[in-house]
């Protein structure tokens, strides 16, 4: 059974960063492409970021793109998500999906709570 086990959310204030992490477990994890998706109250899903499985690609959404930034390590099986310039849009459940953008939520984890809030 694949596990994925985001951490690292948390309060800040605008302006502020976090770095979000997701450990896989019973996938071998440097096979697939990794995704960051996030979901705020009362809202569809949004992709957010995209990571191919070897790191040499990335795509990111308009709304995070010069501010998040994707990366991953292999060799420990860690996706990360850098969140700069944070401000209280960025108030949601952080994701992270094993795949493509768009894969089904039987393929993310359990989420981590981000807010921005003075």
């Known amino acids: 059974e694949v596990q994925l086990v985001e951490s690292g959310g948390g309060m800040v204030q605008p302006g502020g960063s976090l770095r979000l992490s997701c450990v896989a477990a019973?996938?071998?994890?440097?096979?697939?492409?990794m995704s960051w998706v996030r979901q705020a109250p009362g809202k569809g899903p949004e992709w957010l970021s995209r990571i191919n499985f070897n790191g040499g690609s990335t795509y990111y959404a308009d709304s995070v793109k010069g501010r998040f930034t994707i990366s991953r390590d292999n060799a420990k099986n860690t996706l990360y998500l850098q969140m700069n310039s944070l401000n209280p849009e960025d108030t949601a459940l952080y994701y992270c999906?094993?795949?493509?953008?768009?894969?089904?939520?039987?393929?993310w984890g359990q989420g981590t709570q981000v807010t921005v809030s003075s």
């Open positions: 019973g996938c071998t994890f440097s096979s697939y492409d």
């Open positions: 999906a094993r795949g493509r953008i768009g894969v089904p939520r039987n393929y």
